[in-house]
Nanobody, 123 residues
Framework: QVQLVESGGGLVQAGGSLRLSCAASGRTNSRDAMAWFRQGPGKEREFVAAISKTGGSTYYADSVKGRFTISTDNAKNTVYLQMNTLKPEDTAVYYC????????????????WGQGTQVTVSS
């Protein structure tokens, strides 16, 4: 089992920044990738970014490329999502997930999920 706990969400004005954290515990070595997904009001859960265990490979949704950066600190078993130049359309609950490959961008490919953290961007 892998346990994931997100933190760092909040309310920010458009153009601002936030950094989300995801602390992993348990059998973290059984998963080769970590990812962030988000789910806005009335929307399906969508892929945001993913990173391989070593941090050598990263993948981003087109909507966040150039604005968001995913990184990992393996010593702390923590994955981060630095979000810059936030837009109102980034408003969503952000979820951390653990899976087998960072190339996979569908929620069903990830077995472990955190409880989510709310990000609200005001215009």
């Amino acid at each position: 089992q892998v346990q994931l706990v997100e933190s760092g969400g909040g309310l920010v004005q458009a153009g601002g920044s936030l950094r989300l954290s995801c602390a992993a515990s348990g059998r973290t070595n059984s998963r080769d990738a970590m990812a962030w997904f988000r789910q806005g009001p009335g929307k399906e859960r969508e892929f945001v970014a993913a990173i391989s265990k070593t941090g050598g490979s990263t993948y981003y949704a087109d909507s966040v490329k150039g604005r968001f950066t995913i990184s990992t600190d393996n010593a702390k078993n923590t994955v981060y999502l630095q979000m810059n130049t936030l837009k109102p359309e980034d408003t969503a609950v952000y979820y951390c997930a653990a899976g087998l490959s960072a190339r996979l961008t569908y929620p069903q490919n990830y077995n472990y999920w955190g409880q989510g953290t709310q990000v609200t961007v005001s215009s």
